[in-house]
């Protein structure tokens, strides 16, 4: 469980496929305080470490395995080497909860169509599939590349976020860029809600 804070950018340092894809990731975290089998958000995918250690030229990494059902339900296909991902621990007993509940379970790809200036923030434009839209709402919270955002508005299969400076500052978002596709899960609430609805 997550709550959609990024405490640190990583990097793909290698990919390979060893029947399931096995990511290096580097990172700014002391993988000695990582254990061998936690879970760790990367780009909103809920990933256990299989591995980890450090190297005189990238510092600290972890690994990470991805299976092909991952790999076609997000982004991770189009991970190489130089790659940014967003990290963040897995959520302790007692910590701030500064975001919202996120799984680390990806509903689907959410592909940025617009991106412009408003104020000092950037407001991105994402579309997502029709059978996924009705889970979107103004106000509502969802998570996109594993970031806690605020849905500002919703336009049929579109909806739109502000990112401010200092988002853009600590997650990918910064270098994001038109027609990226980004790992997207909606909001538990929405989806039991959802569900309820289906019932009556």
């Not at 894809?21 to 975290?29: A, H, M």
Request: glycine content about 10%; proline content about 1%.
């Amino acid at each position: 469980m997550f709550t959609g804070m990024i405490t640190d950018i990583g990097k793909v340092l290698n990919a390979e496929e060893l029947g399931d894809t096995r990511f290096v990731l580097g990172t700014s975290y002391d993988v000695n305080a990582i254990d061998i089998g936690a879970s760790i958000s990367c780009s909103g995918v809920c990933l256990t470490v299989v591995d980890k250690g450090k190297d005189s030229k990238t510092g600290d990494w972890f690994a990470v395995d991805a299976s092909a059902e991952t790999i076609s339900c997000s982004n991770l296909g189009d991970w190489q080497e130089g790659t940014r991902v967003n990290l963040e621990h897995s959520l302790r007993i007692g910590d701030e909860l500064g975001g919202h509940i996120v799984s680390g379970h990806v509903d689907a790809l959410a592909e940025i169509v617009g991106i412009r200036s408003d104020g000092d923030s950037l407001r991105f434009v994402f579309e997502v599939p029709d059978t996924l839209k009705r889970y979107v709402a103004s106000k509502g919270s969802i998570a996109l590349n594993g970031v806690s955002l605020t849905v500002n508005e919703v336009d049929d299969t579109r909806f739109g976020v502000n990112i401010i400076p200092h988002t853009q500052k600590l997650t990918t978002f910064g270098s994001a860029a038109i027609g990226d596709k980004t790992n997207m899960e909606i909001d538990i609430l929405a989806r039991y809600v959802a569900r309820l609805n289906e019932i009556d």
